[in-house]
């Protein structure tokens, strides 16, 4: 699936919410916790979203790359930090709400790494590398896959030919 705007993005929609919950938290009439606590938590749950949302701005896979892993190490920062307020014993009553978040910032971490392994494996540049012959010539090649695929489904298990292009397929992927 492709995606015009950050917006639309499921991990950058988990991010928000993550955002959401911890200064839900944070600005809690119970919140017991130092300043400083409360702001690096805050700045960090808000790194989260905003990495994603620089990385899917710029114009290369290598600077969406970097970002991601920036959104990455901010989410393993709130979770850090989570479970050090959860050790707390005057952030108990935040119990519930912090195991919550703690999954949030588990589930932002998943989806980045997923999205990186993706990118990290694909041929596409970025928009920037974008030219009307690099996108014919993607499209070509994805088109002919397609056809061999179709054509390999179509052909008798036994065939030659279909054992050939199976092993073709194989190393193709190596």
């Known amino acids: 699936m492709t995606y015009a705007r950050f917006e639309d993005l499921p ?28 702001d690096q938590i805050e700045r960090a749950a808000l790194s989260v979203s905003n990495n994603i949302a620089e990385g899917f701005e710029r114009g290369t896979t290598k600077e969406l790359l970097a970002f991601l892993y920036i959104a990455r190490g901010s989410a393993g920062e709130v979770r850090s930090m989570l479970c050090f307020i959860e050790q707390r014993r005057v952030f108990a009553h935040f119990k519930s709400q912090i195991s919550n978040l703690k999954s949030m910032a588990e589930g932002c971490s998943r989806q980045l790494r997923g999205w990186a392994d ?19 010539q993607y499209h070509f090649k994805k088109g002919a896959e397609e056809f061999e695929r179709q054509l390999l489904e179509r052909l008798p298990p036994n065939h030659p030919k279909r054992k050939r292009m199976m092993e073709q397929q194989k190393s193709r992927k190596k």
């Open 11 to 38: 991990v950058w929609k988990e991010a928000i919410r993550l955002a959401n919950g911890v200064y839900d938290m944070t600005e809690s009439l119970d919140w017991k916790g130092s300043r400083s606590l409360r």
């Open 118 to 136: 993706h990118l990290q494996n694909s041929e596409i540049k970025g928009q920037r590398h974008l030219t009307k012959q690099s996108k014919q």
